[in-house]
């Protein structure tokens, strides 16, 4: 069975960074396009930012120029730093691939403090 397991999260200030990281237990990992993910309360899941096999990236707009995704293919591990916190960022954040699969973690829990 696929295990996604994510890391890193926490509560900080507004302002703060966190560095977020995905270990993927995917087939064939370097090849997928993998992604992050996240949700807040009362919310819907929203793709914050995702990463092409050729290290190709794509933010949401919300997120654009505050986070980086990056992936380690041979640790099989996604991370997302994320800078510049803001209260609306708080969400638990999800790694999957794009298209996402059936196999969502726990993700991490991250809250920004105003």
């Known amino acids: 069975q696929v295990q996604v397991v994510e890391s890193g999260g926490g509560l900080v200030q507004t302002g703060g960074s966190l560095r977020l990281s995905c270990a993927a237990d995917l087939q064939l990992f370097g090849f997928k396009t993998m992604a992050w993910y996240r949700r807040a309360p009362g919310k819907q899941r929203e793709l914050v930012a995702r990463i092409f096999s050729n290290q190709i990236t794509i933010y949401a707009d919300s997120v654009k120029g505050r986070f980086t995704i990056s992936r380690d293919n041979p640790k099989r591990t996604v991370y997302l730093q994320i800078n510049s916190l803001k209260p609306e960022d708080t969400a638990v954040y999800y790694c999957?691939?794009?298209?996402?699969?059936?196999?969502w973690g726990q993700g991490t829990q991250v809250t920004v403090s105003s």
């Open positions: 999957n691939t794009d298209p996402p699969g059936t196999y």
